[in-house]
């Protein structure tokens, strides 16, 4: 086998690794690692969580001796830097490996270069960019955050093939297929938080849960520890503390726009009575625009300072709308059912645009056929009133294989 095909095979089975921490590395990137010998595996790893080891010390663990002389597979550079845990730069040094692949190097100020530049000057082969474009996607928020200081942001939508949502009472479950709903829960695995407004709290009493039956069981997944954090726009705290997403496991952050006082006094009435909710519950106060609705760019600025790496939007055709408009989301997952629900039927967006040039451009990413339904998943061209187009700040590189993908 060529150097080539070798580097490759050997990095999509540090990738299949990789995945296997796409709940619950946050807010650290989804790393995997193997360690090679005679075109032989001899060590592997991945990150599990943040504060634990890193793939690279898990992978020696298993190498043992047989490291020294190897080769090591890493889907990222390995760190240079003292944080939780020690430098893999220097425990592969120490290690004696004496070749390193990665897919890409680390945008991270603290890394950047410098955990390449260490193993070169102590021998090391270094050979970079080897399949990183699947790489980057599978930590696709993570890059995008190092960047340009903001998670990347999703909106989920599920709709008739006439762009309907729900039918004029409101009924609208269920649009889609069992597979289309079970696709949506690993996008909803992968991601820091998922937002919605109060509307769809108050008319669904969603529950906006991580269902670990419907994950594949290649996935793992701590119900108590991994499920995003629920962040709810209650600009006037009309949450009762009934809902059934309080209940579930995780937390949920009530963004409201009462002032700090009215906000605390509110949590701290309902954790009185619901002792339960005491360290599950948070309310944090923002600015409204004019109509006294919250300020989507503040929730979007407090949403970029939680070290968030990607979000998904969950919400109503009105928030939805209001998302796309202030120009916040980067991401569409449009799931299309084969079916007719009419002109009275609610729409999936409620966007008032009025002339073509306001259109907003959409640039096809990846179409897949789930069950009798469509998933179009879609990068948002980002768009000014006078139409001058400018693309997302970070433009990341579709999957390029399935074992990358969410």
């Given at each position: 086998m060529s150097h080539f095909a070798s580097d490759q095979?050997?990095?999509?089975?540090?990738?299949?690794?990789?995945?296997?921490?796409?709940?619950?590395?946050?807010?650290?990137?989804?790393?995997?690692?193997?360690?090679?010998?005679?075109?032989?595996?001899?060590?592997?790893?991945?990150?599990?969580?943040?504060?634990?080891?890193?793939?690279?010390?898990?992978?020696?663990?298993?190498?043992?001796?047989?490291?020294?002389?190897?080769?090591?597979?890493?889907?990222?550079?390995?760190?240079?830097?003292?944080?939780?845990?020690?430098?893999?730069?220097?425990?592969?040094?120490?290690?004696?490996?004496?070749?390193?692949?990665v897919a890409m190097a680390d945008p991270c100020d603290k890394v950047a270069g410098a955990?390449?530049?260490?193993?070169?000057?102590?021998?090391?082969?270094?050979?970079?960019?080897?399949?990183?474009?699947?790489?980057?996607?599978?930590?696709?928020?993570?890059?995008?955050?190092?960047?340009?200081?903001?998670p990347w942001v999703r909106l989920k939508l599920a709709q008739?093939?006439?762009?309907?949502?729900a039918m004029a009472s409101g009924?609208?479950?269920?649009?889609?297929?069992?597979?289309a709903r079970a696709n949506a829960q690993l996008w909803r695995a992968r991601s820091s938080a998922i937002v919605t407004g109060i509307g769809t709290v108050l008319s669904d009493d969603c529950r906006l849960t991580v269902r670990p039956e419907q994950l594949p069981e290649s996935i793992p997944f701590d119900n108590e520890r991994d499920q995003p954090v629920r962040v709810v726009l209650d600009s006037r705290l009309r949450m009762p503390a009934s809902a059934a997403l309080l209940r579930q496991p995780g937390r949920t952050v009530l963004l409201t726009g009462r002032d700090d006082a009215t906000g605390q006094q509110w949590l701290q009435t309902v954790t009185n009575q619901h002792p339960s909710l005491r360290h599950k519950l948070v309310v944090h106060s923002l600015p409204?625009?004019?109509?006294?609705?919250?300020?989507?760019?503040?929730?979007?600025?407090?949403?970029?300072g939680q070290d968030f790496n990607e979000i998904l939007v969950e919400a109503g055709a009105t928030l939805a709308g209001a998302f796309l408009h202030a120009e916040l989301i980067d991401e569409l997952l449009?799931?299309?059912?084969?079916?007719?629900?009419?002109?009275?039927?609610?729409?999936?967006?409620?966007?008032?645009?009025?002339?073509?040039?306001?259109?907003?451009?959409?640039?096809?990413?990846?179409?897949?056929?789930?069950?009798?339904?469509?998933?179009?998943?879609?990068?948002?061209?980002?768009?000014?009133?006078?139409?001058?187009?400018?693309?997302?700040a970070c433009q990341l590189a579709p999957d390029v294989s399935t074992t990358a993908k969410g």
């Open positions: 095979h050997f990095m999509r089975e540090a990738l299949a690794l990789a995945r296997l921490g796409l709940a619950s590395t946050d807010p650290n990137p989804r790393v995997g690692c193997v360690i090679v010998r005679d075109e032989r595996i001899v060590g592997t790893g991945y990150h599990r969580r943040a504060g634990e080891p890193h793939a690279e010390v898990y992978a020696l663990r298993e190498a043992g001796e047989q490291a020294a002389g190897a080769t090591a597979y890493v889907t990222l550079e390995p760190c240079s830097h003292y944080g939780r845990t020690p430098p893999c730069a220097d425990a592969l040094i120490a290690a004696g490996i004496a070749r390193v692949v955990g390449l530049r260490r193993m070169r000057e102590h021998g090391i082969e270094v050979v970079e960019g080897v399949l990183g474009e699947a790489a980057e996607a599978l930590s696709q928020g993570f890059f995008h955050r190092m960047r340009t200081g903001r008739s093939l006439d762009g309907r949502s009924e609208s479950q269920w649009i889609t297929g069992q597979a409204v625009d004019s109509s006294g609705r919250l300020d989507l760019k503040a929730v979007h600025r407090w949403l970029a449009v799931y299309t059912a084969p079916v007719l629900l009419g002109s009275e039927a609610r729409p999936s967006v409620i966007l008032p645009l009025q002339r073509m040039a306001e259109k907003v451009r959409l640039e096809i990413q990846q179409r897949q056929i789930l069950g009798n339904d469509e998933l179009v998943r879609a990068w948002l061209v980002k768009y000014t009133r006078n139409d001058a187009v400018g693309m997302t």
